[in-house]
């Protein structure tokens, strides 16, 4: 088990940007594949971004494709996303969630149900 910790939340405006950060502590960092989910007031929770244990595959869901960006530090067994041209529809809970193993293509791994591990999740409101 890995334990998770996000921070870089916040209030900004539309078009505005942000950059999240997760921490992890507990296990070896490299050896999980890690994600970006959110949850927005009402909905499910949702996929948003993978990123390979290497950090060499990257995957996105089509409404954040061209603004955002996540990355990883086994180094410093922290990953990040980096949000650009925010828009009112990204007010979500961010969370970070960790695979510890794939039978797969590590990118593959976009359910929530896949994910054992998960931060407490940090606020991102985007006003207009």
């Known amino acids: 088990q890995v334990q998770l910790v996000e921070s870089g939340g916040g209030l900004v405006q539309a078009g505005g940007s942000l950059r999240l950060s997760c921490a992890a502590s507990g296990r070896t960092f490299g050896n999980y594949i890690m994600a970006w989910f959110r949850q927005a007031p009402g909905k499910e929770r949702e996929f948003v971004a993978v990123?390979?244990?290497?950090?060499?595959?990257?995957y996105y869901t089509d409404s954040v494709k061209g603004r955002f960006t996540i990355s990883r530090d086994n180094a410093k067994s922290t990953v990040a996303l980096q949000m650009n041209s925010l828009k009112t529809g990204d007010t979500a809970v961010y969370y970070c969630a960790a695979k510890p193993r794939a039978l797969y293509s590590d990118t593959y791994y976009r359910a929530r149900a896949d994910y054992s591990d998960w931060g407490q999740g940090t606020q991102v409101t985007v006003s207009s």
């Open positions: 990123i390979s244990r290497s950090g060499g595959g990257v």
